[in-house]
């Protein structure tokens, strides 16, 4: 198995543990693995080890692999450093904003729309993810943003489940629009008011999300 290959089943795997097709808890079948993506059992140890290293999965030597649960308090500080640098950039963008970015923004919300009619989850989120990568690469800020997202699996997943909820995907595209009227403006603490409210949904949803799918999380006690 080439690099290029063995990369992919990493992107893939991590992309199917973050979108909640692989559920928090659920055990990883090593030969099942190996027969879906025709490989052997170096290449998927060592694809094992990188999502383990990831905080994704659970190896237990000699036993089983599962994915690992949702771990709330996690989820809580990767939430307040994700708003933290979130909520300044919106509102540098928004004092000039760069060009193209408006367009760029609008361009990503009809695609959500497309998506959300197709009721296509994962391609929601997946467009979800690339407008807020937009902002941090218009602020040239992609650096920290790598950092941010290796610290958000736990939020992540908490925001995949959340978008499971009636009407979520809506609120979503109406918070998206709210960012991007503030940044095309240029109202800076609109900007920042509106990315604040947006990022915060999940975390305050956790009560209710834990009291659903108890068997997801680490700790139950959504505080």
Known sequence: MNALVGTGILEDLRT????LELPPGSPLSRAELSARYGISSTPLR????RLQDEGLVDVHPQARTSV?????EHARQSHFLRSAVEVEIAARLAKAPPPGLADELSQLIAMQV????????????????????AQYRHAQLEQVQRVIRRESIHIDRLRALHL???????QILSDHRRIADSIARGDPIGAAEAVRQ???????FARMLTAHNPDYFVNRRPG
Do not use: T, V, W, Y
């Open 16 to 19: 199917r543990i973050l979108s």
């Open 46 to 49: 060592d694809a094992m080890l």
């Open 68 to 72: 690992s649960r949702i771990d709330l």
């Open 114 to 133: 497309a998506e959300a009619d197709r009721g296509n989850l994962r391609g929601f989120a997946h467009l979800d993810q690339a407008f807020h990568a």
């Open 164 to 170: 499971m909820e009636p009407e979520k995907a809506r």
């Open 198 to 204: 947006h990022l915060s949904q999940s975390i305050l």
